[in-house]
């Protein structure tokens, strides 16, 4: 499984006991989003009972003997569910899973089958279409007195692309190099962006400042609250500068290919050619077809032709130069734009003065920290990482995964780094833990090719769309229980609370905390989806959809069943000492032996009763089949 979290943020609703309105951490109060009022016009009913959950899918069940290697029971489906319920889009709505506020309705399963009958154009090929169109168009625009570069998510100056492409169309007419980075309230918003990634970002982009500062390149930090502003603002900035090339690197999400897409045109209209070029990934999505010229949906024989393709490419694995140095008189023309500062967090992603510390000195910033633990991990970590991988307590992975999705490292970056130490040129030969973690690394592209070529998914709907209709529960002191860490599950609760402290969860927790939500609470996923995205520090939407799709069995597999993660095993196998447990459950700490898997079940129940550990709020071993029985 992914160290990048290949596998794997919503709100606690009712009143029970407790008041689960926000969830405690270790030095914080996370306050989550309140129950919104659904705008749909279906009836006011309660949510969905135990017994409905799962009702209309009635597979067989089938029980894997223990020897199975990620220790799951696989429950086949045979068929998807074929009925309508009525109050699911008015539960959806409610319970923040579809966000009205910056979205539209929930997008009808027949519009998903149209994108994949190619009847309706993706984004991608919107935007491609667009570039293509303007090409010979934005050839013949001269460069202007400045060249600009918009920073998105690629927060560095070292092997980036479209950076590196602005540098050399600014040197070529001997003009400066400007840099822009948004800072959008809204976009935060929308993209559920957790406050520790908005305080991250903001403290990388300090370190970039002065970087690019170094080279007298600067670095204009706006914020702008309307986001559909921002493509106007942009425009603007580069009129006032004088600029008419602008370059950026691709966003893989629907609402930003669309933007790219319009900005080619519009920027054209204003004699400016917008340039927009694929960088976040290894292998631009869509270039790896099967041999009917289709699109990947499994990953095994995607990453085989992956493997081949840079194989056959090698120069895709070549680095980008830095910028070069500015001409001298940029430092006085643009003054006022060194003068400036990083502008604050908004409002509604603000960190408290602790947490700002805290995590400060978790997540030091910027691409010299990537580059370092980078080059740290393939020193000293990579040779064990085959075996170690899965172990949470053996810090035995790179944790590079919030420098990928901020683009403080690019991901051609670390492939080419682990290559250049294998005892192969092959990507898939050579050190076992070099291949492993290549092909883990690789996951990440995967995604990101799933969400161009199956642009639903960014819609709030699962690849398999047709188990949107699923019967998913809407339990309100489950899902507080869940956020709080208080399952009555050891290995589930440590892995909450490790995210709550440090804003990062180990990837193999999150595999077991995603099932057990899934699986076990038959809670919809993307309750669980959204709660990871507002709380992780390495927030990745392909990523993280992905692997909730993954735990859930609504998303991209190569069989049609479900798997169903045992927590007692999956704790056994891999916190065998407990040491894991008893780092994030203090309140366990003094357990001994093998109960401190399951203190209630293993006659330590007294012991941790005393302590305040709750007792476990389901029975795994029926819970799980209960979902896939008719009421």
Not at 202 to 215: E, G
Not at 408 to 435: F, P, Q
Request: glycine residues 4%; proline residues 6%.
């Amino acid at each position: 499984m992914n160290d990048l979290y290949r596998r794997t943020n919503l709100t606690c609703f009712k009143k029970p006991a407790l008041s689960f309105g926000t969830t405690f951490t270790a030095s914080r109060l996370y306050t989550m989003p309140p129950k919104r009022k659904a705008t749909s016009q279906t009836p006011s009913e309660g949510p969905a009972t135990k017994k409905s959950a799962f009702e209309a899918l009635q597979p067989s069940v089938k029980t894997e003997p223990k020897t199975e290697p990620e220790s799951e029971t696989k429950i086949k489906s045979e068929n998807a569910p074929d009925y309508e319920d009525p109050n699911r889009e008015r539960l959806e709505e409610e319970y923040g899973v579809i966000q009205r506020d910056f979205y539209p309705a929930e997008m009808s399963n027949e519009r998903c089958a149209q994108y994949n009958a190619n009847e309706i154009p993706r984004p991608i090929e919107v935007l491609t279409q667009a570039v293509q169109k303007t090409a010979f168009a934005r050839k013949k625009i001269e460069v202007g007195d400045a060249v600009v570069h918009w920073f998105k998510r690629d927060l560095r100056t070292k092997d980036n692309r479209a950076l590196h492409l602005a540098s050399e169309k600014a040197k070529s007419k001997g003009v400066p190099l400007i840099c822009l980075f948004i800072v959008s309230p809204q976009d935060y918003q929308a993209h559920l962006t957790a406050a520790v990634r908005v305080d991250f970002e903001l403290r990388t982009l300090q370190v970039l400042k002065d970087d690019l500062a170094a080279k007298d390149i600067p670095l204009h930090v706006e914020t702008i609250e309307v986001r559909k502003k921002a493509p106007g603002r942009i425009i603007e900035l580069c009129q006032s500068w004088g600029a008419k090339h602008i370059f950026c690197n691709i966003e893989y999400e629907v609402d930003e290919l669309r933007r790219e897409a319009k900005m080619t045109n519009t920027c054209l209209e204003k004699g400016i050619d917008f340039h927009a070029v694929h960088d976040d990934v290894v292998v631009p999505p869509g270039n790896l077809t099967t041999g009917q010229g289709k699109q990947y949906s499994v990953y095994t024989p995607w990453y085989k032709a992956w493997i081949r393709h840079l194989h056959e490419n090698p120069t895709m694995l070549d680095e980008f130069a830095a910028p070069e140095q500015n001409p001298p008189s940029a430092r006085v023309k643009y003054a006022e734009i060194f003068k400036t500062k990083i502008p604050p967090a908004p409002e509604n992603k603000k960190l408290s003065d602790e947490e700002r510390e805290r995590f400060k000195s978790l997540w030091p910033p910027g691409e010299h920290e990537a580059l370092d633990r980078l080059n740290k991990f393939l020193e000293k970590k990579i040779n064990k990482y085959k075996d170690a991988r899965n172990i949470p307590s053996a810090n035995s992975t790179g944790v590079i995964s919030v420098h990928l999705s901020t683009g403080t490292l690019a991901a051609r970056t670390a492939i080419r780094s682990a290559r250049n130490v294998n005892t192969s040129d092959k990507l898939d030969a050579g050190n076992e833990g070099i291949k492993t973690w290549i092909s883990e690394v690789a996951w990440r592209d995967f995604y990101k090719h799933v969400l161009a070529h199956w642009p639903y998914v960014c819609m709030s709907k699962p690849f398999k769309y047709e188990y949107t209709k699923v019967r998913w529960e809407y339990n309100d002191e489950h899902f507080a229980r869940w956020c709080e860490g208080r399952t009555g599950f050891p290995i589930v609760d440590a892995a909450i609370r490790q995210m709550h402290s440090m804003a990062y969860m180990h990837n193999r927790c999150r595999m077991i905390v995603a099932s057990f939500l899934a699986k076990d609470l038959l809670l919809d996923w993307r309750m669980g989806e959204r709660y990871f995205m507002e709380h992780l520090i390495d927030g990745d939407f392909a990523s993280n959809n992905g692997g909730w799709g993954f735990s859930a069995s609504t998303g991209v597999d190569p069989q049609p069943y479900f798997r169903i993660f045992n927590p007692l095993l999956q704790s056994e196998k891999f916190d065998e000492q407990g040491d894991y447990i008893r780092k994030w459950l203090p309140e366990l700490k003094d357990i001994k032996g093998k109960a401190i898997h399951d203190p209630y079940g293993r006659g330590a129940g007294k012991q941790a009763e005393k302590a305040g550990y709750p007792k476990p709020m389901v029975d795994h071993k029926t819970d799980v089949l209960r979902g896939t029985k008719k009421a």
